[in-house]
């Protein structure tokens, strides 16, 4: 029963900044860990970052290591991607998921949102 809504993305120049939100909802929501995938055009959907629910211990792709950064507010049940210097490659339509297992898989991740596109122009 739990739902995961993206929003934030929309389209931005090279460089500048974009912060992704993702509102969970369910009768109780405590995921071990929250993530952040995309899947650009013509690709294959990719691992962005990951977090602990409880205790907001961050993992990142190599490719976004030193740009992005990955955090929850878990009074308000959302979870957070900062995204700062985008480049034209960070396009993707960006997908928030959640589950209970420690890992950069698609598929051991248990509930998905409907992903929101965010376009940076070169």
């Known amino acids: 029963q739990v739902q995961l809504v993206e929003s934030g993305g929309r389209l931005v120049q090279t460089g500048e900044s974009l912060r992704l939100s993702c509102a969970a909802s369910?009768?109780?929501?405590?995921?071990?860990?929250m993530g952040w995938f995309r899947q650009g055009p013509g690709k294959e959907r990719e691992f962005v970052a990951r977090i602990t629910w409880r205790g907001g211990s961050a993992y990142y792709a190599n490719s976004v290591k030193r740009r992005f950064t990955i955090s929850r507010d878990s009074a308000q049940n959302t979870m957070y991607l900062q995204m700062n210097s985008l480049q034209p490659e960070d396009t993707a339509v960006y997908y928030c998921?959640?589950?209970?297992?420690?890992?950069?898989?698609?598929?051991?991740?248990?509930?998905w949102g409907q992903g929101t596109q965010v376009t940076v122009s070169s």
């Open positions: 369910g009768r109780t929501f405590s995921p071990y860990a």
């Open positions: 998921a959640a589950g209970d297992e420690w890992s950069g898989r698609s598929s051991d991740y248990d509930y």
